[in-house]
């Protein structure tokens, strides 16, 4: 790793009235990427170009630098490389309990070392060692992307998930949300195991007006209109939209209303009533109030064909502690004592929701991309599985500009950060990956880095190496 160290110098009195005679003393940046080919992603254009970065900022983008008028700690030729905003993964957990804890820290090795300068914590139980990762990293103490996180999950009482704060009265609402607040979180994630309908909508209706980024699951008792119209920023997972896109909606929720049928016996009934023309309408409510959809299409694939895929020689168990793959049994025990029509249902679903992230896209909803990625989630690695869900959105017909797109830029809007991150662009953070080849061509190029800028720490191809032999289990 190389430090872009920033130099200072003490002049005495006579040096300082000297120097009144002489030119304008040159600008110094810290670093320069040279003759690079920098990609826009908002249009797909790409502009060979120098960029000039000063102070962990992009000061300048210049077509036709003049390198005599400045001075530069490190210059890095650039030519032939892609340039790109750091990776965003806007789905990931830190969880597990203390026990874990230094196995999730590990996990921000793997997150560098694959060119993901920023996460999304999607709810955990290890909030207090996630903000010192914060803070360490903040302060170059420690080597890891940014993290955005929601804290503890918003859930009913008897949550599902550990540390999460629990609603089980209208007063709560603002006492969860206060606690939020004091912390504080990026956003409020909101959870679908325990809590009710009104009091899931009321917690999104007050967040709102709180000026609180919300995110979450959905319980299959709300109709997806109602918690467009709470306010909710983002829907995590396409169980919900498709249940948005069901002719037969309101019918199969008062179902669930009356305990007649569960969630999972929900799926057939909502895939085979889904029509294009509530489908269409539904898309537009979500486009209107300008909800983000987080598909997680590559986890929803894994999980599917557990039955059929051997992961035991899986390269990145490597980096996975005893502790973490313990927790994956769970999901792995499911399918072990699925029905073969639960296993088939599961894998017609994973192809359904393929088609349906495809129409979002295609429909002008935005999208994020998210792995998913953490302990309790079988197989579904850090780091590596954000490319491997950008892999998926090309592979179901997404192109591979949107489905960069869905990483960093869609990241930034959604969390009110594009001011400062998102797009290589003057003033915004240097948060820049370098590529050895073009990612619009083939978004597996995403892979292949050639350099990381975060933080004001240059990361070569050999330094992100390092970092992955730093995280394996010993």
């Known amino acids: 790793m190389m430090k872009i160290w920033k130099t200072g110098k003490i002049f005495t009195a006579g ?17 320069v990427f040279k003759n690079g080919n920098i ?3 908002e ?10 970065i000063r102070n962990n900022k992009i000061d300048t983008i210049s077509t036709n630098t003049d390198f005599n008028s400045f001075e530069a700690n490190t210059i890095i030729d650039a030519k032939g490389k892609y340039i790109v905003p750091g990776f965003w993964d806007n789905h990931t957990h830190f969880r597990g309990g203390d026990s874990l804890t230094e196995a999730n820290q590990k996990f921000l090795n793997l997150f560098m070392a694959n060119g993901i300068t920023t996460v999304r914590d999607a709810g955990g139980d290890l909030t207090t060692a996630v903000l010192s990762w914060r803070k360490a990293i903040a302060e170059n ?19 599902t998930w550990a540390g999460s704060l629990e609603v089980d009265s209208d007063n709560d609402i603002a006492k969860v949300l206060d606690s939020l607040q004091s912390i504080p979180t990026d956003f409020v994630k909101i959870y679908d195991s325990r809590i009710t309908a009104d009091h ?24 997806l209109d109602a918690t467009i119209n709470a306010g909710i920023d983002a829907i995590e997972h396409l169980y919900y939209i498709m249940k948005g896109c069901s002719t037969k909606e309101k019918a199969i929720t008062q179902q669930l209303l009356k305990n007649e049928i569960g969630f999972w016996d929900a799926m057939p009934l909502l895939q085979s009533s889904f029509a294009d023309s509530t489908a269409l309408r539904t898309f537009k409510n979500l486009k209107d109030h ?13 999980l599917s064909y557990l039955d059929e895929v051997d992961h035991t020689n899986d390269d990145y168990l490597k980096y996975i502690t005893q502790g973490v793959q313990k927790t994956y049994r769970g999901r792995i025990a499911r399918v072990e004592h699925a029905t073969e029509q639960q296993v088939a249902d599961r894998k017609a679903l994973d192809q359904f929701f393929g088609e349906l992230a495809l129409k979002l896209q295609q429909n002008g909803v935005s999208l994020l991309a998210g792995s998913d990625s953490g302990a309790f989630n079988s197989y579904t690695y850090p780091g590596i599985s954000l490319h491997k869900e950008m892999e998926a959105m090309v592979n179901i017909g997404i192109s591979p500009l949107d489905a960069l797109r869905a990483s960093a830029y869609n990241g930034a809007l959604f969390l009110k950060q594009d001011a400062d991150y998102g797009s290589i662009a003057a003033g915004k953070y240097a948060d820049i990956v370098l590529l050895n080849n073009n990612p619009l061509e083939n978004i597996r190029h ?10 004001g720490n240059l990361h070569t191809a050999s330094d992100l190496q390092q970092l992955l032999k730093e995280a394996e289990v010993n």
Request: with cysteine.
């Open 290 to 302: 300008n909800v983000f959809v987080v598909p997680t299409l590559h986890i929803g694939r894994v």
């Open 141 to 159: 103490k420690m080597i890891g992307p940014r993290i955005f996180t929601s804290g503890p999950k918003v859930d009913g009482v008897g949550a």
């Open 446 to 455: 995403t892979r292949d880095i050639f350099m990381v800028l975060s933080n």
């Open 200 to 223: 899931y909508l009321q917690t999104i209706a007050e967040a709102e007006k709180r000026g609180l980024i919300t995110s979450g699951h959905m319980p299959f008792t709300v109709e």
């Open 43 to 52: 249009d797909g254009s790409i502009v060979n170009a120098d960029i000039l």
């Open 15 to 31: 040096a300082i009235i000297f120097l009144f005679g002489c030119k304008e003393t040159k600008p110094t940046y810290d670093v």
């Open 39 to 41: 990609i826009n992603l």
